[in-house]
């Protein structure tokens, strides 16, 4: 009668318990959607000279990413400025109207290529540069007539394409 006896408590106790699992499964299930963002058109900057701050870093082992980040800004100043001339200035101990973020990668292979962000103080651009290239200066070169272009352009966030600005 004791093992009768325990073995419906045993069975009662695993009745329970999944009695309780079964009442915890969901029945129905809900798929959130985020809320589409809004459709932000910037216009193009239109002051002088555009006041800017560059953050260069890297996500591989640059030889001397020190020296980089100490050149690399007012090269990359000059290149800008050889596109659209006295436009572009170094934000030096001011606070600068463009912060530009530059992340350098590499493949396997050695090729080149950036993440690029923008940042001014109506809105934020990015974009990325694909490791298609061998040296920096031409990967620099590129990434600097894409910013010209969204600063003497405008850009759009989160648009449809293509982007129009009134």
């Known amino acids: 009668m004791n093992n009768n006896r325990s073995a419906i408590v045993t069975t009662a106790i695993v009745i329970f318990y ?29 002051y002088y000279p555009v006041l800017t701050q560059i953050n260069l870093s890297g996500t591989y082992s640059m030889k001397d990413l020190p020296e980089a980040q100490r ?3 007012a090269y990359f100043v000059e290149l800008l400025n050889n596109l659209n001339y006295g436009k572009y200035k170094i ?21 080149y290529g950036a993440t690029i962000s923008g940042a001014v103080y109506e809105g934020n651009f990015s974009f990325n540069m694909l490791s298609n290239y061998v040296t920096h200066q031409k990967l620099f070169q590129d990434i600097a007539a894409k910013v010209d272009v969204f600063i003497t352009r405008g850009w759009c966030s989160n648009c449809p394409t293509p982007c129009v600005i009134d």
């Open 91 to 111: 934000a030096d101990g001011v606070t600068p109207n463009l912060n530009l973020y530059i992340t350098l990668n590499t493949d396997a292979y050695g090729h």
């Open 18 to 46: 999944f009695l309780l699992a079964l009442a915890s499964v969901p029945t129905q299930r809900y798929q959130y959607t985020p809320k589409p963002q809004p459709c932000v058109k910037h216009r193009p900057l239109t």
């Open 71 to 73: 050149i690399s800004p």
